[in-house]
């Protein structure tokens, strides 16, 4: 039976409830909250639901890594293989829409139309001939569109809301239109309005983002027959307070910048004027250019003589150099709010450089580690261009169809990868982190193989052929 995955970016088990009676669609599904990656974000935990791994095994931890300059990550960083490409292995065949990190599309015997982080003007397509059914295609690009977008949805969050469901939209016909001239196997797509909508919009316009993506997922339903599942990265929590964490190690000495302090603040005071400007005007290359330049921490952060710095409010990530390590995270994991710590670090094993140490931050929900560096305090309340809304660590996981039994237990986002595998049948790679979930209503014994290689032997691939005929 073919499969077809859909996310929802940031689906909050709460709103997916508490709507239960206006999403119609959703309101169909075997519902279970879902554990996120940690940190709780769209990089590492798509690539963790597509892969079925840590984020420690495919190397995708943020959107961007350190190796002494901080670069962007793209697919060919991702050490493992995603379900699109085993499935292609086998000759199956997959359709990918919109799914985060997928840039530069890979080579699959299907079609990927790749997702966030694709850059402006860049090949998005595989094959060439299926950019022809996608003319007029809404694209998202990080940091290039979130900018606008946020003051945006300050000044005019009806235009906003507007654009969001064009791009909620245009993710349906790419579906429907590479499926009819295609076929599939395994389908998944993403939405991700839903997750800017969350950051950026109030709750009434957030509502009406969970309504469209629910009627453009019965259009889907109405037109092809599978089972279907629906998975989103993590949830969301309302920001109580902003841990400008970068200040933080600024005062303690531990991050050391390029420039005098008096010219940065003077940077700082620009972006303020600036974001306080319509909507177009910051669309205007040059601003753009102004406003990106006083960010960049490659302008303001000196990494050969810092011993620790946040790398991005995303990931949550505080590097430092190992030989201050113990100094460092007893420093920071002593930081109160109300008499209460928030944040514990976690050390996880980062592959990009050496003598530097990656921590992750576990907090509280509720608080938010901004990775600004404007010499002003560590606290701070959200202001009217911060998000209002951050990553939690709980998603939701939802199944639809006659193979589906009601869900009773928790699943972790390295379980879906294993339990579509299984929902087709087929055998599971016997190094993934993830399990099947025990929600099928026919008991089946979980295969395993030793089915880890892109490059898979046709003597391999005859093997997994055999294996799968025989479940």
């Known amino acids: 039976m073919r499969s077809i995955l859909i996310g929802i970016d ?5 709103l997916i409830q508490k709507w239960q009676d206006e999403l119609p ?5 075997n519902f279970c909250k879902l554990e996120s990656t940690l940190p709780p974000s769209s990089a590492p935990a798509w690539t963790s639901v597509v892969t079925g791994v840590e984020p420690e095994k495919h190397w995708i931890y943020d959107f961007f890594y350190f190796d002494g300059e901080i670069k962007v990550v793209n697919s060919r960083y991702r050490k493992k293989p995603a379900i699109w490409n085993l499935l292609s292995s086998l000759g199956m065949k997959s359709i990918v829409v919109n799914v985060p990190v997928t840039y530069p599309p890979e080579k699959i015997n299907g079609v990927i139309v790749s997702g966030l982080l694709t850059p402006p003007k860049a090949k998005f397509v595989f094959p060439n001939g299926a950019e022809k059914l996608l003319k007029g295609y809404k694209m998202e690009h990080l940091i290039v569109d979130d900018l606008p977008i946020r003051i945006a949805s300050y000044y005019y969050p009806e235009k906003v809301l507007t654009m969001l469901n064009e791009w909620i939209g245009w993710r349906t ?3 429907l239109r590479l499926i009819s001239k295609y076929g599939f196997d395994f389908c998944m797509v993403v939405y991700r309005a839903t997750d800017l909508a969350q950051h950026f919009l109030d709750d009434e316009y957030v509502y009406q983002i969970y309504k469209k993506v629910d009627e453009e997922i019965a259009k889907i339903m109405e037109n092809v027959k599978a089972n279907y599942f629906v998975v989103s990265d993590h949830g969301f929590c309302k920001i109580r307070k902003n841990i400008n964490i970068n200040n933080f190690l600024y005062e ?6 390029k420039k005098k302090e008096g010219k940065l603040k003077f940077g700082k005071r620009i972006a303020n004027f600036l974001r306080f400007l319509p909507r177009k005007f910051t669309h205007l290359p040059f601003v753009k250019k102004m406003l990106f330049s006083i960010a960049k921490k490659e302008n303001v952060i000196d990494f050969s003589s810092s011993i620790a710095f946040c790398l991005s409010s995303s990931s949550r990530a505080i590097l430092m150099r190992r030989e201050h390590k113990d100094e460092v995270v007893k420093e920071i994991e002593s930081i109160k709010l109300n008499g209460e710590k928030v944040l514990k670090l976690k050390e996880l094993k980062y592959p990009y450089i050496k003598d ?10 509720g608080y938010f580690l901004m990775d600004l560096l404007n010499f002003e305090g560590m606290i701070s309340k959200p202001e009217k261009f911060n998000f209002k809304r951050e990553h939690a660590k709980e998603g939701v996981f939802m199944t639809y169809g006659k193979i589906f039994k009601e869900m009773d237990e928790k699943a972790k986002i390295t379980d879906v990868m294993p339990t579509i595998l299984h929902s087709m049948k087929l055998p599971i790679p016997n190094y993934l982190d993830g399990k099947v979930l025990d929600i099928f209503k026919e008991k089946r014994a979980v295969r395993k193989v030793d089915w880890e290689k892109y490059w898979l032997s046709e003597k391999e691939r005859e093997i997994i052929r055999k294996l799968a005929l025989k479940i």
């Not at 940031?10 to 709460?14: H, K, L, N, V």
């Not at 669609?25 to 599904?29: E, P, R």
């Open 173 to 175: 016909k790419a579906v």
């Open 10 to 14: 940031g689906a909050e088990p709460s």
């Open 356 to 365: 530097w140490s990656y921590m992750v931050a576990d907090l509280k929900d």
């Open 252 to 257: 303690k000495g531990f991050l050391k910048i």
């Open 25 to 29: 669609t959703l309101a169909n599904f």
